[in-house]
């Protein structure tokens, strides 16, 4: 069984940057479908930006330009980097893997059947 945990979150002003890290454990650091969510109180969980081993990452209008999803070679570690926080990026931040992915397969944020616990994010003024 995969499991995911997630460090990083915090509190930070406007403008400043957070670095997320999700580690994976049971699961192959060559063959992966990894991405993040968010969920913000009263708004229902969004995706966030994806990685896979098969092709380039993918992410969300709100944080495109200010995000960058990485992973470590070697391990199953995967990285949130966001700039430019704004108020709206308050969230609690998950961390999501497709267990059943497999070389060549599609990697999409509705294919995600581990989940970690979350790591909460809050941006003020």
């Known amino acids: 069984k995969v499991q995911l945990v997630e460090s990083g979150g915090g509190s930070v002003q406007a403008g400043g940057s957070l670095r997320l890290s999700c580690t994976a454990s049971g699961y192959s650091d060559r063959t992966y479908c990894m991405g993040w969510f968010r969920q913000a109180p009263g708004k229902e969980r969004e995706g966030v930006a994806l990685i896979d081993s098969s092709g380039p990452p993918d992410y969300a209008d709100s944080v495109k330009g200010r995000a960058a999803i990485s992973k470590d070679n070697g391990k199953t570690t995967v990285y949130l980097q966001i700039n430019n926080l704004k108020p709206e990026d308050t969230a609690m931040y998950y961390c999501?893997?497709?267990?059943?992915?497999?070389?060549?397969?599609?990697?999409?944020?509705?294919?995600?059947?581990?989940w970690g616990q979350g790591t909460q994010v809050t941006v003020s003024l």
């Open positions: 999501a893997a497709d267990s059943f992915f497999r070389p060549g397969g599609f990697c999409g944020y509705y294919g995600m059947d581990s």
